[in-house]
């Protein structure tokens, strides 16, 4: 009832040490695999663990595969990027198992008659869909969740349960959308008059490319006038805030709570930790990476690593520390004339 | 099939200069309108844009239309705040090709007997509405929003998908509750006892006034036993957190992520950058500014602009600065003891 | 129609000075009770406004009952812990009003048929409960929630409206689980590999203990491989995020905002104030507490108080010392440099 090795070879690529005719049932951690398991060493610290490893089979990459080769008696796949095939056999394995519901709509679900259903499309119960949207091809949307008019959801795009996509917003194919998210909601903009906010309409839209994941309960704003954009395989964790007429380049991740703020630009394959936020209207270029919880109040233009976090100290140490940060300036005033002393000190010496 | 400008004038107010016959379709920003458009001069940096502008009409100040006449052949409508101008008649553009579902209550929608619908209201498809909840005239409940018992909505408020307003909660008129948001959630209240935590009943409201917005997924606790009060006009953007008991005061707004403990009083007219950060029992003045990533650890009494947060810089200057503040108590140490050490070299000097 | 003194001293404990046939129809704070009510006083700078209070009885410590004696002439509950007895008191008051749903399935429910639904259970209105689900007496599910396949909810928890609760999680007894409440959506995990994430699969659960809160829209996900593990009596407050594979000891408290990354190892009794940011991967001793707004980027293995934010200041003010903490390391330079002048000019003095 397992998979032979020489199958998973076949599918995924790596070059075969042992016998194709093996079979794996599961995939597990090198101190946690058994006799039916294949495993996996993505890092080189991890080599003695491999050794002793009672899977039948190992990922490993080509440098360590010469000291693996010496010390492990089970099979091997070699390939440069074991942690990506790691990945790739365990949605395998997992999909075998995976209960998937079958085509068709709920009777329960709220389907306008103008909405076009792909015949292999899952429709869950409770769920809402408004006219002129647009579901693809094995596309999944689970229950309670609500597509708005002339909505589109690429191809094999995951909406979990209790997930709001708006009108008009598109997603590309292969999406996964956790439950709470809210894609497409009003951007926050408006005109100040005698005191009174007057709400400026909101009539873009949220556009989000291939191969975009979206985390629970985070949101995405659309456009005021243009659109809000999310490039090809974007990663947002959970409880994320996206304002509207953001762009965010392709294969950009973002960890949990990070907020950005309207009309930010952000490049491609940039890296966001937990929490960080980033000031409206700013640009931020690709390959930048900024630690969690920094505040990002300027443009960012060049690639690297960012961060800006008060550090954490013990509570009677961090008040002895503030207490100081807000009096810099007059720490910086002593210096300076401390400096200008000295300056008298030491200048008439030498003019004696 | 467009709207006159005279239309426009006798709707908005403001002073039309040109054929007041002259029809536009839409509104759009200076370098994008076309002859079918009005557009919009809100910054003076721009007239020259403006002079260039396609736009059939354009809204103008006072101050800007003197160069603005002699410079831009189309017509124009003078009024003392453009912006606002532009939100109003963007709203009435928007208005007129709006989709606005029918009154009436969906057949999924599950609505109990004993509450009071108005007749022109729209309850959507899969909503629940509890016992003795008040919906009034002109109100619009999507898709799968939750409205709890003897709950009020008033006039024409619109609660977008997915929206949770708990038992005995009310919002005046105009309000915008978007997707997500939950409003009369249990205040965060325990005693404690023997290292367990007993639950305090929180039985006070949550109550919203009249223009209130509330952004996705946004939370508002009910109070302990009085209310939790949002006045008139308050904006809330996404993911914002509003603690039990807590007082917003009118017209003031909050962007993206900010987050508000319980008891906070927040005056009126005050403006919160996104993720900042307010602690309980703290009062805030009218006209207070508190910019983005600040945490607001003690009353504020005077208004003004507020900031708190760590200066963004790359990682490694980051590594050096954070150090140093960690031991910020003995850089003043070697400082006072470098002021005693000159003050020992200068006095001697002095005295001879 | 109230309650009797001796009737609450039976059910709660505590010694009574006064009147067991006395009774009271409520509980209210100490200046606001009347004739009707019981009230309490769990704060000792509150004695002289126990002293005027209108209340026919009030809980008190034996350290204030020595002087409440004195000075009030009501009855008294005599209690080590007034503020938990007050706690259980005003439980007891709200469940005698309470409104509770009838046991039984709402016709708009759907069910699967293989889910188990105790005969006490209450299943609102669009809720819909996947194969195999286990929902055991007196369990309250309120419109709109979704619960997964093989999830299981322990006796006496309350999920409110539009909570996601996801397929293979379980919760234990007397839980709470808040609007919007996200529970067991997929971690964040990726390979990279050519610049292109590739998801891993989410296969662990979120386990949650007996007596455990989760507030309104926060999110905990579920373990990558091994489970993500909420122990009992964990009170968690709105908007928070829970990584994968984290777990959190059992009566630690965490106010709204706060993030924890994956894997973290939070201990019991812990306090996070609101905001707080844990990375991934720590770990925090039991009995830690850390303060508002803090970001805890390393593990903390002693009990205490921690604090990490930078303090808020006029905006001009903020302007100045956040200059001269970019260029700290400049300061503690030139710093160096002035003692190594002093030293130059002691010294010599010195060998005079």
Not at 8 to 32: M, N, S, T, Y
Not at 326 to 342: A, D, F, V, Y
Request: charged fraction near 20%; glycine fraction near 12%; proline fraction near 4%.
């Amino acid at each position: 009832m397992g998979t032979r090795l020489g199958d998973l070879v076949e599918r995924f690529g790596g070059q075969l040490v042992g016998d194709p005719d093996l079979e794996v049932q599961g995939i597990a951690p090198l101190d946690g695999a058994g006799a039916s398991h294949i495993s996996f060493l993505s890092n080189s610290k991890l080599r003695a663990l491999a050794a002793q490893s009672g899977a039948a089979a190992l990922i490993v990459s080509p440098l360590d595969d010469a000291t693996v080769a010496t010390t492990y008696a089970g099979a091997r796949i070699v390939t440069t990027n074991p942690y990506a095939y790691f990945a790739r056999v365990a949605q395998y394995f997992v999909a075998l198992e995976e209960v998937v519901p079958p085509p068709g709509i709920h009777p329960s679900a709220v389907v306008h008659e103008t909405a076009r259903i792909a015949p292999t499309a899952h429709i869950g119960p409770n769920v809402t869909i408004e006219e002129g949207a647009a579901i693809d091809a094995g596309v999944r949307i689970d229950a309670g969740c609500f597509v708005g008019r002339e909505a589109e959801i690429g191809a094999d795009t995951h909406l979990f349960a209790n997930v709001t996509f708006h009108a008009r917003c598109r997603i590309g194919k292969r999406g996964i959308l956790h439950s709470g998210a809210v894609i497409g909601t009003d951007g926050f903009g408006f005109a100040r008059e005698n005191g009174v906010y007057i709400k400026i309409p909101q009539t873009g839209r949220v556009l989000l490319g291939d191969d975009v994941d979206v985390g629970a309960n985070t949101t995405i704003d659309r456009g005021a006038l243009d659109d809000t954009i999310i490039e090809d395989g974007v990663k947002l964790d959970n409880q994320i805030q996206i304002g509207h007429n953001c762009r965010i380049g392709a294969n950009t991740a973002m960890a949990g709570c990070v907020g950005v703020a309207g009309s930010a630009k952000i490049g491609k394959n940039c890296t966001f930790g937990g929490a960080a936020m980033v000031l409206g209207h700013l640009e931020i270029a690709d390959n930048v990476h900024i630690s969690s919880g920094s505040m990002v109040s300027r443009s960012v233009l060049e690639p690297g690593q960012y961060t800006g976090f008060y550090p954490l100290a013990k509570n009677a140490e961090w008040e002895k520390s503030a207490a100081i940060v807000r009096n810099l300036s007059s720490l910086r005033e002593k210096m300076r004339s401390l400096e200008k002393q000295i300056k008298q000190l030491t200048e008439p010496s030498e003019q004696k």
